[in-house]
C-alpha cells in the first residue's frame, strides 16, 4: 500500500473485553513498530519487529499485551481484559530495516476507549 | 531523570522568526530522530541524524555527539509549523538490544 495502514481507527470497549488492533506496514518494510501515546503523554515505545520475530518485549505495559507478526507483514496488538488506564492512542510504524539505519513511516493510528 | 529531555515544553512565536528547539540525552545512542505532531495526531518523521547535520527546505537538524545534545531549527517560521516537535533516540540496551525512548515533547505554535 501507499503508507502505513492501522485499524480500528476508533475502538470503545468495556472493561475486561479483549481488543485486536491491526497495523499493516509499507511493502517490504522489515521493521515494525508498535507505540502507544496516552492522553496528554508522551510516546511510549512498546515492542519491535524485526521480521517476525520481536527481540525485546519488555516495553509490553503488562502480561495482558502481546503482538504477533506473521509472514513478515501484518502486525497484530492484542490487549486481553482492557483496564481503563489502557485507553490511549496506538500507532504503528514501520521502515525498510532499523530505527537506527531508515526513517519511520508512521500510521494514523487506532484511539482506544475502555470503559 | 528521562534519558530524552527536551526544551521548552512551549513555545509561541511570531511568524517569521527563527525557532530552536533542544534535546539533550543521557544514553549513548545510535540514532536520533525528530519527529512532527500535527494537532490531528499524525506523526511525520522529520529527520533521523547520527551525526552532524542536515537540512530540508526550512528545516535544519544538528547533532553533538560528545555533549549529547540535538538542535531542530525552523528558519522564516510559519503557522503551518505550529505541532508538537519529539526528539526520539535509539540506542543498545545492556541486553543487546535495540531500545527506543522519546523526549516529552516541544508544542509550538507560530502566530500569524
Known amino acids: 500500500g501507499a503508507g502505513v495502514s492501522q485499524s480500528p481507527s476508533n475502538k470503545v470497549t468495556e472493561k475486561g473485553k479483549d481488543v485486536e488492533l491491526r497495523c499493516d506496514p509499507i511493502?517490504?518494510?522489515?521493521?515494525l513498530y508498535w507505540y502507544r501515546q496516552s492522553l496528554g503523554q508522551g510516546l511510549e515505545f512498546l515492542i519491535y519487529?524485526?521480521?517476525?520475530?520481536?527481540?525485546?518485549k519488555s516495553g509490553l505495559p503488562s502480561d495482558r499485551f502481546s503482538a504477533e507478526r506473521t509472514g513478515g507483514s501484518v502486525s497484530t496488538l492484542t490487549i486481553q481484559r482492557t483496564q481503563q488506564e489502557d485507553s490511549a492512542v496506538y500507532l504503528c510504524?514501520?521502515?525498510?530495516?532499523?530505527?537506527?539505519?531508515?526513517?519511520?513511516?508512521f500510521g494514523p493510528g487506532t484511539r482506544l476507549t475502555v470503559l | 531523570k528521562n534519558e530524552v529531555e527536551q526544551s521548552p515544553q512551549n513555545l509561541t512565536a511570531q511568524e517569521g522568526e527563527f525557532i530552536t528547539i533542544n534535546c539533550s540525552y543521557s544514553v549513548g545512542i545510535s540514532a536520533l530522530h525528530w519527529l512532527q505532531q500535527h494537532p490531528g495526531g499524525g506523526i511525520v518523521s522529520l529527520f533521523m541524524l547520527s551525526s552532524g547535520k542536515k537540512k530540508h527546505g526550512r528545516l535544519i537538524a544538528t547533532i553533538n555527539i560528545q555533549e549529547k545534545h540535538s538542535s531542530l531549527h525552523i528558519t522564516a517560521s510559519h503557522p503551518r509549523d505550529s505541532a508538537v516537535y519529539i526528539c526520539a533516540v535509539g540506542y543498545i540496551s545492556n541486553f543487546g538490544n535495540e531500545k527506543l525512548t522519546f523526549g516529552t515533547g516541544t508544542r509550538l505554535t507560530i502566530i500569524p
Open positions: 511493502s517490504g518494510h522489515t521493521a
Open positions: 510504524a514501520s521502515s525498510t530495516r532499523s530505527f537506527f539505519t531508515d526513517t519511520q513511516y
Open positions: 519487529f524485526q521480521g517476525n520475530s520481536a527481540p525485546d
